[in-house]
């Protein structure tokens, strides 16, 4: 397991399972691969994802992103299955909050449970808001912890 580290973790190797640019699909591919990329290029301490069954976890972890992809659930369900996918922390939430104040709790967690400190930067995406509102909404926005 180390050697499979140390060759991902070297950015001059070409890993070649890893498509450069897989084909897109649809609104979730999309919005998935642009998060990854922005992660990627900003140098973010990690990616964060609110996830009702898993799936934008399991996307976003398919692109082998070298930090760590905090994924926020409400099940503790999905939250067992997603301890066996690679890179991904899964985190459930206990609170179910307002769409405005999503990032604010996410915030205070990341802070608590997560150990970003006030200045780390993460990319946070969500396909659908619809566990936490009414409509649903294609979202990925780069966030700094205060």
């Known amino acids: 397991m180390q050697v499979v580290k140390d060759i991902e973790a070297n950015e001059s ?3 070649n399972w890893v498509k450069e640019e897989p084909i897109i699909h649809n609104e979730f591919d999309a919005v998935s691969r642009q998060a990854y990329k922005t992660a990627k290029r900003l140098k973010v301490r990690a990616i964060v994802c609110l996830t009702k069954e898993g799936n934008t ?4 972890s398919s692109f082998r992103q070298q930090k760590p992809i905090i ?6 369900e999905v939250n067992r299955k997603l301890s066996l996918v ?9 609170i179910d909050p307002a769409i405005e104040e999503v990032l604010p709790a996410v915030n205070d967690l990341l802070k608590r449970r ?3 400190q006030p ?3 993460f990319v946070f995406v969500t396909v659908t808001l ?4 009414r409509e649903s909404s294609n979202l990925f926005t780069v966030q700094q912890v205060y």
């Open 57 to 60: 976890a399991l996307r976003l």
């Open 114 to 116: 997560c150990e970003l």
């Open 119 to 121: 200045g780390d930067k």
């Open 130 to 133: 619809s566990s936490v509102g």
């Open 13 to 15: 190797i070409s890993i």
């Open 86 to 94: 690679r890179g991904v922390d899964g985190v459930c939430l206990d």
């Open 71 to 76: 994924a926020l659930t409400f099940s503790e």
